[in-house]
């Protein structure tokens, strides 16, 4: 079972964050409607790391860019241009640049669906009722039942007492 | 209009964009607005409101076209180029003007997104979903008319780099095959961008749908978005990372295109300026395109509060400064042609403003320079008409120029025993007006099945804005 506390404002909800913190709970998450400044700082999320990622992949964009060139116009097929360098390494910094971008935008979104784990067409949270307000103007606290100091009724008061709209509960 | 009415509220909170604007100014939100109402008005738009009589008329008048486009890329297969206007002399006609000019206005959207987003430019969260788009569907558009410019379209794909029998690669020192890949992975990068960005706000419309199948689609596209904090959190950091790649992406690829002449030796054509040039010129007609696109829109939707006035005025100074760089930019062709000592270079400028085309290169000059410089007095700016009419003389300026560029120079080579003029066939025209009904007509859906304005970026406005809940 999975609780979820139902706020109508942004700082209600970080309100409530820093206090199920202040009373120990650890495995919490919110559910907002669009990006809350400090939402992430106020749960602990780690900041992600994903733009190492997408640096990687472009590093990695580029790298194949580039040698794909060289390969290609100066030891696969060498091609006399006018008398030009076959290695003409700033004629070939476009097509390079090219690939880093594809290569980050490529990567990047992958590793978001990977660490978002989406898709994911179907949660148990979608079964809440109410919960589609999550997506338009309502903020939830996620207080996971496998949290070490989850108990189902102890949790229920805490929550009750931040004062929220409503407190709701997944059935598994 | 309410939004103005609202400006009376005195605690009206100031705002990175509302710096360096002058007096009492309309905010970008109305303060009445809460998350519901805004998230009502853009999705209603979508899920509850039946299509007008004059949606389905406007959608006819672009399918019309539509087929229009593709009857006459048909015939162009089956005849050739010898239908187009083009000769032996003035090989580029309007294909390649054509070409510039979308490839321009798709390159607007995800630089004015990114731009805007990376300044923090509040207002941009009511523009920047169908300036997307508009990317989008001009860029494709644009990569098109290479293809069925060459002589042989179906051997288009000699561009592309794959073992082939004949054992020959692209060959990689030619602007025409950054072309490739700079509109390769602008139409990537730009859906990726755009779709990233819609994400959340196909979730809200998969919450709100009432039909089986619009939950079923709206759910499929959102991916099974949940708003979890984890997920924002990774959002936030995905979007931004693509806004600032977005901008020198955007400076890439139109730079390619102004190589694309540049790297030739023709008067007009080989300029060190080109690169540059081109990327505002493109920024400028953008940004035009987004406003004759954004009166409309506003208007059919009733996205009043969203699309304000103070919109409007911002995209103005934005077009009066575009107006004054492209001045500035004709200037420094025109200095350049005389200091070089050239007389290619100085014969090809004085035929712009005296030879055969001369009457489009001033039509040109009033639109893409003089036009804009209404803007700089106030009440222009708020004046939704004005603005509408200038963003269309933009449009047109801004092909005037790539067409002018195309055959201004091709005319008036180094040979004056191969100088001929350019004069447009009926199957020209008819594929100009053909690409864009079908641009309009794409719009059109667009406006039927997706969000036109970022909900959770207005939402995210509303809290900023102190109107809360």
Known sequence: MTLLAEFAAADDLLDAIKRARGAGYSRLDALAPFAVSGLAEALGIRPSRLRVVMFACGAIGAAAGFFLQVWMNAIDYPLNTGGRPLVAWQAFMLVTFEFAVLGAAVGGFVALLWRTGLPRLHDPLFAVSGIERASQDRFFLVVDGGDPKFEPEGTRAFLEALRPIAVRETST | MSAAAASSDASSSGSPGDSGTEGHLPPFVDRRDGYASVTKEVSDAVLERRPGRLWWLLLAFGGALTLLMLVSIAWLFYAGVGIWGVNTEVVWGFAIANYVWWIGIGNAGTLISSLLLLTRQKWRSSINRFAEAMTLFAAAIAGVFPIIHLGRPYLFYWLIPYPDVMEAWPQFKS????????????????????????????????????????????????????????????????????????????????????????????????????????????????????????????????????????????????????????????????????????????????????????????????????ASQVFWFRPARYSIALIFVVSILVNLGMWLERLLIVINTLSHGFLPANWQTYAPTFWDVALLLGTLGFFFTLFLLLARFVPVVSMHEMRELVREEGAGR
């Open chain 2, 175 to 370: 602007p025409l095959v950054w072309d490739l890949w700079a509109i390769l992975s602008y139409l990537i990068f730009s859906l990726l961008f755009w779709y990233t960005g819609a994400i959340p706000d196909f979730a809200t419309l998969r919450d709100r749908a009432k039909g089986r199948i619009a939950q079923l689609a709206y759910g499929s596209l959102a991916l099974g978005w949940r708003g979890s904090a984890h997920h924002w959190a990774r959002y936030e950091r995905y979007y931004w990372a693509m806004a600032a790649m977005g901008v020198p992406l955007v400076v890439s690829v139109h730079s390619v295109v102004g190589l694309d002449f540049a790297a030739s030796l023709m008067p007009g054509w080989a300029e060190t300026v080109f690169p540059p040039y081109f990327v505002v010129g493109a920024m400028f007609s953008g940004f035009a395109m987004v406003v004759t696109l954004a009166v409309p829109i506003r208007h059919a939707l009733g996205l009043h509060d969203l699309i304000t006035p103070r919109h409007f005025e911002a995209m103005a100074k934005i077009m009066v400064l575009g107006a004054t760089v492209m001045g500035w930019s004709y200037l420094i062709e025109w200095f350049a042609a005389w200091y070089s000592g050239d007389i290619y270079e100085r014969g090809l400028v004085v035929y712009e403003f005296v030879g055969d085309y001369w009457p489009l290169y001033w039509i040109m000059l009033f639109c893409n320079v003089l």
